[in-house]
């Protein structure tokens, strides 16, 4: 059974940093493609960060560019978010997601608020 626990979301003052964490069971993150997405009140989803199989290539919004990193440890087989300088606009509930065999599965998100 596919499971995407995500977990290191909190409220956190403007400029500061937060490492989310999305856990994942019944099946490998060393073998597939992992999104980090958030979604604030009254938006649309917004796909944040992306990382890659073979090279562990990344992606991320221009949004987040240059402040968040996507990494995975494959021993634990967890997928991280950082996210540095923090603003107030990062404020969502920030969701891990993969694609397997044509299904997508969604974790159940963790809060995330920049706010002094």
């Known amino acids: 059974q596919v499971q995407l626990v995500e977990s290191g979301g909190g409220l956190v003052q403007p400029g500061g940093s937060l490492r989310l964490s999305c856990a994942a069971s019944?099946?490998?993150?060393?073998?597939?493609?992992l999104r980090w997405y958030r979604q604030a009140p009254g938006k649309e989803r917004e796909l944040v960060a992306t990382?890659?199989?073979?090279?562990?290539?990344?992606t991320y919004a221009d949004s987040v560019k240059g402040r968040f990193t996507i990494s995975r440890d494959n021993t634990k087989n967890t997928v991280y978010l950082q996210m540095n300088s923090l603003k107030p606009e990062d404020t969502a509930v920030y969701i891990c997601?993969?694609?397997?065999?044509?299904?997508?599965?969604w974790g159940q998100g963790t809060q995330v608020t920049v706010s002094s």
């Open positions: 997601n993969t694609r397997l065999f044509l299904t997508s599965y």
């Open positions: 019944g099946f490998s993150v060393s073998s597939y493609i």
């Open positions: 990382i890659g199989v073979s090279d562990s290539s990344t």
